[in-house]
């Protein structure tokens, strides 16, 4: 292959092009990902470049094609590029469930309105995001330490019978070791902050090693043409899809901001103790500093994550080596200072009910959380006014409302993680207090979520439904002629009712975020000033009420129960199970396709990775042989050949084809990101490269028409494709044919039709036929 190409560049581009006039079809698979030897349908396959992790792949037939022209005249060669490793490899992956709400804010940084002239407010809505993911970052590490500074070595070692339980807990109790060393309240908090801190190395350690393989992949670069217009979409500039430096960064800001979560709570325990009366003078004294280096460091990290967002305009390879590092270990500095302060002796300090103070940072947090995400709104609103979007989701307030569910989702798992270990430390219910009152709160309202979600559902399931008898006479009308089946026919309209409730999910998403913001103020409220769980505070009240708190109590704790043990059974057959790992790797493929702008401990940007493969290949193939490409997209594989497309230069770019079906670039990349996808990058994309085609099905969940506006999109969109292929049995089909839905595109005849009318376009010597409903538009 590589001999064949370096041949080709020697002959010249425009020699090898007239005397070939060879084409390649480059295959991206979607979601799920698959097999070279299943997308090429040949089971001898031969990887051309790339690694175990992803590769460009080809027929073995296929391999020296580029010295034998002549024979693939009348058909492209075909090549896959397998990217699915890039989400769901080794099992060290399953532990990126735990990055799930650092996932979910990082989108909503992606999800802003179109704006024009409003760069300030731009850069103010990305640094509310990055603060609401920093705020992510210190309530995870307050939980670990709510768990293993309060629950376990506080309240349980500090307990007689609840130590006797627990044996493992015996050298930290007093009782139970006859006062031993370690057994000092403040020396039981230093041993229990190795927890949160090693949970915090942990994340620093997933961050540093994806940013390695991932972030730090070069971009092909190129300069910029004078005819390249880069204005209505940012996937086009040079520094997009390298953001090695922002993450860095961010990694040592979130990563100090854990360390010191960490030194905060030992030092204010202790120094609680320094300030009573007749507390020690001079250790008052070191706490006192040592809080406020604490404050000063943290305020210098969060400084960090405000100052400086992304540089997409060129590729940026400063490090900031000297921030990167110093900063975290300062932070770890004085973490170790805060645990030699708490590890003082100090005559009388004793342990007894809940480590004060836990209950108002978790309270803070969720204030904090809310103001940032009101903030939001209103700045996402703000860029809505000034670019109206009928087709954005949530007019424009996708954004906030996906930052709400990630503090939703970081509350849950905090909350979930601190009552199950609350319950197995304390099997009997008496001998500790358990987590803070509000914790259980936020817990209390989880089946008044549920409820709201459940009579949504019913409202979209009833629409739904009413649909489906209206598309059964519409599959009677796209079948006209054949026989009558009612069973086949009632399958393909549930099939076609079903697909729409894609659409419905902005007001889902919507219902959820509100109800999660209205339900968590109240749960702020209520364990401020009753400072008791639901169920004992709302004891005088009226009977109904009164069960009705008892009753979401008992059952939010329930509910929390099994999802913390269903999180626990996938998260370890996700790391045992290859399958159950593809599983989670498909929630990642769509979740992780944007860079991490927002939280450096999201699971990392795989098109960082995918995307500079497909320019470099594209790139160097056309520059050795001066040959056709044809690009050719499935689902998520789709977003990644428009995201390729756009990097290459306006020079490539215009001798590169674009064939997409089951294609979400408009339905969920245009709507949810519509500042990237919107109509506005999509168009100017049609216009960019030669020619573009999209294939899509009624029955499809995920794909659907680009709609671009005038005579664009007759020009891209075909009309829906026959799904399935035929309604009874015929003789090309004397089987039932399946309703394809999302998979198998290329099963349609349509789809070698499609490629072929692409090709031919391509040709610059042979008159092409244009496509069906194209007008007026020229081929270069």
């Not at 428009?642 to 979400?664: C, D, F, I, M």
């Amino acid at each position: 292959m590589e001999r064949a190409q370096e041949r080709a560049a020697a002959d010249g581009p425009g020699r090898w092009s007239e005397e070939s006039g060879i084409a390649l079809e480059l295959l991206v698979h979607g979601v799920g990902g698959t097999t070279p030897q299943e997308m090429l349908d040949d089971p001898r396959t031969v990887r051309i470049t790339g690694d175990d992790t992803a590769a460009v792949f080809r027929r073995a037939d296929d391999v020296d094609a580029e010295s034998r022209p002549r024979e693939y005249r009348d058909r492209p060669v075909q090549e896959a590029y397998v990217w699915c490793n890039l989400t769901s490899g080794n099992g060290a992956r399953a532990l990126w469930l735990l990055l799930l709400p650092f996932m979910v804010v990082n989108l909503a940084h992606w999800m802003r309105p179109t704006a024009r002239g409003r760069e300030r407010t731009v850069r103010f809505y990305g640094l509310l995001v990055r603060l609401t993911g920093l705020t992510l970052t210190v309530l995870l590490v307050a939980a670990a330490c709510e768990v293993a500074l309060d629950l376990a070595a506080w309240q349980c070692a500090g307990t007689r019978a609840c130590a006797e339980r627990h044996s493992w807990l015996g050298f930290l109790s007093p009782e139970v070791s006859d006062d031993g060393w370690w057994s000092r309240p403040g020396r039981r908090l230093a041993v229990a902050a190795m927890v949160p801190t090693a949970l915090t190395t942990l994340l620093w350690y997933l961050s540093r090693r994806t940013w390695s393989a991932y972030e730090s992949t070069q971009p092909l670069a190129h300069r910029r043409e004078p005819d390249e217009d880069t204005g209505r979409t940012s996937l086009g500039r040079p520094g997009f899809w390298y953001g090695r430096r922002l993450v860095a960064r961010l990694r040592a800001a979130h990563t100090a901001a854990g360390l010191l979560t960490v030194a905060a709570a030992l030092t204010s325990a202790a120094a609680r103790f320094d300030r009573a009366p007749g507390g020690p003078a001079l250790l008052d004294t070191l706490g006192r500093l040592l809080l406020a280096a604490i404050a000063a460091t943290a305020a210098f990290a969060v400084g960090v994550v405000c100052r400086r967002g992304r540089t997409e305009n060129r590729l940026d390879h400063g490090l900031d080596e000297h921030l990167v590092r110093r900063l975290p270990l300062a932070a770890l500095v004085l973490l170790l200072l805060a645990a030699g302060y708490a590890g003082w002796a100090r005559p009388g300090w004793q342990s007894d009910g809940r480590l004060l103070g836990w209950g108002t940072t978790f309270g803070g947090l969720a204030l904090t959380q809310g103001a940032l995400v009101i903030a939001l709104a209103v700045a996402a609103r703000v860029l809505y006014r000034t670019h109206l979007d009928p087709r954005a989701a949530m007019r424009g307030l996708a954004g906030p409302a996906v930052a709400m569910l990630a503090c939703a989702l970081g509350g849950v798992m905090s909350g979930g993680v601190a009552q199950r270990v609350s319950d197995w430390l304390d099997g009997t219910g008496t001998s500790i207090d358990g987590p803070p009152v509000l914790l259980t709160w936020q817990s209390s309202v989880i089946p008044v979520l549920l409820l709201v979600l459940l009579v949504l559902c019913a409202v979209l399931g009833r629409r739904a439904w009413r649909l489906r008898r209206a598309q059964l006479r519409e599959v009677d009308l796209d079948h006209p002629g054949e026989p009558g089946d009612i069973a086949r026919t009632r399958a393909i309209a549930t099939t076609r009712a079903l697909a729409t409730l894609t659409d419905r999910a902005p007001l889902l998403v919507a219902v959820t975020s509100v109800t999660t913001l209205l339900l968590g103020a109240g749960a702020v409220l209520g364990a401020h000033f009753t400072e008791q769980a639901p169920g004992p505070a709302a004891r005088h009240a009226h009977a109904l009420v009164h069960g009705s708190a008892q009753t979401a109590q008992a059952l939010g704790s329930w509910l929390i129960g099994v999802g913390f043990l269903l999180f626990v059974t996938w998260g370890r057959r996700a790391y045992k199970d290859a399958s159950a790992r593809r599983t989670v790797g498909i929630l990642w493929d769509v979740g992780t396709f944007w860079p991490r702008a927002a939280h450096p401990f999201a699971p990392p940007c795989y098109a960082e990775r995918a995307v500079p493969d497909l320019t470099w290949r594209m790139a160097t193939w056309t520059r050795a042989t001066a040959g056709r490409l044809v690009i050719s997209g499935h689902s998520q594989g789709s977003v990644l050949a428009a995201a390729a497309a756009w990097q290459l230069e306006p020079s490539v770019r215009k001798r590169v084809a674009l064939l997409t079906y089951g294609s979400p670039l408009e339905r969920l990349y245009g709507r949810w990101f519509p500042a990237h996808f919107g109509p506005a990058a999509l168009s100017s994309l049609h216009h960019e490269v030669d020619c573009w085609r999209n294939l899509h099905r009624l029955t499809d969940p995920i794909g659907g028409p680009v709609r671009l506006s005038g005579d664009c999109g007759p020009e891209v969109d075909r009309g829906p494709l026959k799904d399935p292929l035929a309604y009874g049995r015929t003789a090309r089909h004397p089987l039932p044919a399946p309703i394809l839905g999302h998979s198998d595109y290329q099963a349609d005849p349509a789809f070698a039709e499609e490629r072929e009318l692409l090709l031919a376009r391509l040709r610059p010597e042979v008159p092409a036929p244009r496509p069906q409903g194209e007008s007026g538009r020229s081929s270069a």
